[in-house]
């Protein structure tokens, strides 16, 4: 998972980045701009997936050991994660590429690209691992012949660019132009990075003072992960939103119509925070329902998922506001502040309380460590909200 994460963070910081610059050019009709960055982008993806890939698979067990891996889960993390890392062209290609389609104007096309994908690994899944009795390198297979689906159909639209006309001479990499899709893409690079350093952290944390304490070293590591996988669902829905809304606010503030560009910014956050709330009360209302999705196991075991999935996701209600705003400052071309807000859960907040609260609470330190991250988070993404809408609404009234 952390090393899949740092594909998907690389790709996403070329896409986003790529993205950002093509819905601004596109408001501003610079669209000779607009194919050059999203050509730029193509380059710059080839070259990177290629060169993570061969590092990835050539210190595969050592990055295995970074992240926490015991004894027990080793084997089974190289043989899975040798195949995995084989499908990282594609899937950092497929995830990247997403947001430009759906830039372009074709959000069903977009869809349809990375549903077939899942689609087809989650019906390959049961059929390579029980059926042909492959196992976890059934698994594996199944994932990365899902990506490389996403990617054929992702590069088809290429030459169907409602937008712009892609040439040759738009791949030909230019420094300065990617630096600028670097810069607005960087954001949606640390968010992700910062997720990979938080789950090493965290897996680290919870061996060390798991085995310290009733529960041991296996449960705590395995209960939180499922958390994690729990809030990585309804936090999709909520990126979903928010990425959805960064072309419309990016082409309006690039064409000057800042009231749309409110607008869009204002029914994000509606909608994302109606969802965390949901979200909120379904997890502290039903956890051991939800938690028996995933099997069950020992009474230990069963009660520190149900105090995991209670405290780790607290106040997750607050991130949907933290995340639409993120994208906002990433859409009209404010690099420093789309990192600085998408980096303050992970980064600035939740890491050092993984290191601090445990200390002081033992393993659950590690649970309160979550809401902790969540609230700071979200008092940070508040006030620069707050300094860039009055600054906006002052260059309204003087236009």
Known sequence: MPITVIALALGLMIGDGATAFFSLCLGQKELKNAAQGVGNALTLTVIVSVVLTVVSFVWLRPLCILFGATETIMPHALEYGSIIVLGFPFYMFSMGFNSVVRADGSPVYAMMATLSGAILNTILDPLFIFVFGMGVTGAAIATVLGQIISTILT?????????????????????????????????????????????????NVLVKYGAASKYGAEIPMTTLGITMKINQIITGIVIGIAVGSQPIIGYNYGAGKMDRARKTYFLAVGCATVVMALGTAVFQLFPEAIISIFGSESALYQEFAVKSLKIFLLLIALNGFQLCTGVLFQAIGKPVQATLVSLSRQALF?????????????????????????????????????????????QSARS
Not at 155 to 182: A, D, N
Not at 360 to 386: K, Q, S
Request: aromatic share 10%; charged share 15%.
């Open 350 to 394: 939740l890491l050092p309380a993984l290191v601090i609260l445990p200390q002081f609470l033992g393993v659950e330190g590690a649970l309160w460590a979550g809401p902790v991250g969540d609230a700071c988070a979200f008092v940070l993404a508040l006030t620069l909200d707050f300094l860039e809408l009055r600054k906006t609404n002052s």
């Open 155 to 203: 590069v088809v639209y290429l030459r169907r660019f409602k937008s712009i006309h892609l040439t040759r001479e738009c791949l030909i990499p230019r420094f300065k132009l990617c630096l600028k899709l670097y810069s607005l893409g960087v954001s949606s690079f640390f968010l992700q990075l910062a997720a990979t350093i938080v789950i090493a952290v965290m897996n």
